[in-house]
């Protein structure tokens, strides 16, 4: 019978039975262990084989992947703060990683994201100097002219209001030149037409801050002054809205230094090209107490020795709305 034949199998030396069956189990139990041990010793020895190499670099790409995965989900809520931190850890333990370099573009926007445009401009620098061949640097450098121009922005500047032509544009300078490297660079960028629109919006508002700071030097009687910032629009800023009244005040200064002639003319090309500016009468004159023969002067100002009711200085703030251009309007900035 089989079973007899198995039996005889596990039959022990006669003198191991004489010992009882402590003995018995003892040594069934040893064997038995040696077995399990020698088993679980060759599944490993053969995972080793097979996987090798490949298993060690899976473990590590799928640590990486998950940390970058987290990142987005970040970005995607809005949460910046963690995306930071996480974009950082990820960089920091896998400098050399698949993801790596995607981490230090998508940090710079996160760094814009959490309105810390000074880091944001620090790290599209660093990426620009360190992968200027990458094939997404003009990303970089489209988001420095963006992180440029929001660092003036202060926090009064999203609940009200404001022009933002009246406040310091040297950021806004900063940025106009950020956004022309990005063009002269990479004209055919997916960022250029937004580059040249915020360009456009730019480019009115700084010559829009020059007919401020003339009108400035109008009220102080820095006639000379107001004239060169009039200047400045007209020969370097034609193609914004602001060039009507750098003619205007062109044409004041030079009426109020008593240069008649060149008043004139540049009267005539105020009247030829912008025949609806505030500032001209129908015959094409001065419409301001600031004549070209004299200052016109009230009674009482006459009567107090110019103490009272002095004649008001020219100012000027004509917006004229261009079909294809950007306005003025500060709340055209998307970002």
């Known amino acids: 019978m089989v079973f007899s ?13 004489s010992d009882g069956s402590a003995t018995l ?6 064997a038995q262990v040696r077995i399990l041990v020698l088993m679980m010793m060759s599944v490993v020895v053969s995972s080793c084989a097979f996987f090798g190499d490949d298993e060690i670099a ?15 989900r970040y970005l995607a809520s809005s949460n910046y703060d963690l995306a930071i931190a996480s974009l950082q850890s990820l960089e920091s333990r896998y400098p050399f990683g698949k993801f790596a370099e995607q981490a230090q573009l998508e940090l710079i926007y996160a760094y814009h994201g959490a309105v810390q445009n000074e880091a944001a401009i620090e790290a599209a620098e660093r990426f620009i100097r360190l992968h200027p061949t990458h094939p997404d640097v003009d990303y970089a450098y489209y988001m420095k002219g963006v992180a440029a121009y929001d660092l003036s922005e202060d926090f009064l500047a999203g609940l009200m209001p404001s022009d933002d032509s009246k406040r310091d544009v040297s950021r806004a300078r900063e940025s106009f030149a950020e956004f022309s ?17 915020r360009m456009i919006y730019l480019r009115n508002m700084l010559a829009r801050h020059e007919i401020h700071v003339a009108n400035y030097y109008f009220r102080r009687g820095a006639y000379m002054a107001a004239l060169k910032r009039g200047q400045n629009v007209v020969e370097n800023m ?8 750098g003619l205007a005040v062109m044409a004041q200064a030079y009426a109020l230094m008593d240069l008649d002639d060149l008043a004139q003319d540049t009267l005539s090309v105020l009247c030829i090209n912008y025949p609806e500016h505030p500032m001209l009468e129908e015959n094409c004159s001065i419409a301001t107490e600031f004549r070209f023969d004299k200052l016109e002067r009230s009674w009482v100002n006459k009567a107090s020795l110019g103490l009272f009711d002095p004649p008001k200085p020219p100012q000027f703030d004509y917006r004229p709305a261009v079909a294809g251009s950007e306005s003025d309007d500060s709340s055209w900035w998307p970002f």
């Open 238 to 245: 034609q193609q914004s809205t602001a060039v009507a009244d």
């Open 181 to 197: 490297q990005l063009i002269a660079r990479y004209p055919n960028s997916r960022y250029a037409p937004d580059a040249r629109a």
């Open 5 to 17: 034949k198995q039996y005889r199998r596990l039959q022990c030396p006669p003198e191991m039975l």
């Open 58 to 72: 899976t473990d590590t790409l799928s640590g990486e992947q998950q940390m970058y995965r987290q990142a987005q």
């Open 25 to 30: 189990i003892k040594a069934l139990l040893q």
